[in-house]
């Protein structure tokens, strides 16, 4: 029987002529895998079948789209909520949040079509492949990976000449400015002019934050136990909470983000992104966590934030260390509930004016300075007295007194 591999396939040009090698050059069958994440907001169900079509004109013995959207949203989205997760405090993990989804599809489908093999269609440099590999091996340590476009050498010329020959069905043959990739928690943008860590980022790299209105808005955000509930009151989902606040920042100017990031493979890059619903929703969401998180609670979840962004950003999904930190972060999240209003503004400002919460550690008998404070004021004297004890002897027997 031929090998059978289970292809990530985007429809775009690399993977589709992934199909067409992996059977030319391992004369294997090859099941090709779209996952829909959002990545693009205007597909239908007549575009997602254009690239189910494009994979069987490709080669391919089987082809099939997964809509995993509200997947997506709740399960890696969410997480990536309660985390405040952001990679350098800056890159709220839009490509790496996703590749462990269509991973955990690309393994449901192998075990399906009884494929021993997983391949995707990533070049050497970057970290997807990372998280294809490492993700597929820390769920299915017996499947094999193969990356084509690792070893093949072709250009992008090279590529649409082999898609000519074959006759597969690519979309475009003009030259690509960019390389994108997007889903529901926003848009990486990478290549061409950006390359340039000097420049500025051209205007047409963007799309989900040009400026269309000049009027501020005002949105409030309810969460409960940290997960995002209701826009202005009305009950949503979580993908149309992203969506909708995406549109609002957006439209505003809101999410961008211009970055030299430290990839896994050890290249530093200059990266743009645009998430303007992701960056609300963090936002929003650090600022009720102020407000209902105890001190010592607060200070250490920051300090694993930012280890569970890194392990994500590195392929990690899978990994024991990130599924105890997920354990941490939910159990942490029991009382993030309440309400936090934003104001976005253009040009790209979003900031939190106010929040409230049921169950809010804000006290205003303590935290005032008008006549209803509660505070024992006199028993600070001691308390101060006492935290200050061990540097105050430090420095009368060390530093001999008068330091001034
Ligand atoms: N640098 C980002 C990351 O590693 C974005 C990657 C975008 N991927 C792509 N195939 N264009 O997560």
Redesign the pocket.
Known sequence: MAERIVLAYSGGLATSVAVRWLIEQHGAEVIAVAVDVGQDAEADAASWEKVRQRALAAGAVESVVIDARREFAEEFCVPAVLANAK?ENK?P????LS?PLIVRHLVAEARKHRADTVAHG?TGK???QV?FEVGTRSLAPDLEVVAPARGWGMSREDAVAYAAKWDIPIETTVEKIY???ENLWGR????GAIEDPWARPPDDAYTLTRITTDAPASVVVSFESGVPVALDGEPLDVAAIIGRLGAIAGARGFGRVDAV?S??VGIK?R?I?ECPGALALIAAHADLEDMTLEHDMSHEKLRLEHRWAELV?DGMWFSPLKEALDAFIVRSQRHVTGEVRLRIEAPGLCTVEGRKSPVALYDPELATYDARDTFRHQDSEGFVRIFGLGVANWAARQERGDRS
Do not use: P
Request: glycine share 4%; aromatic share 16%.
């Open positions: 990679y890159y993990l839009v490509s790496a590749r990533c970057g970290n997807d998280r390389s994108i990739d990486s943008i990478e290549c990031e990839r896994r890059s990266e992104y950003y």
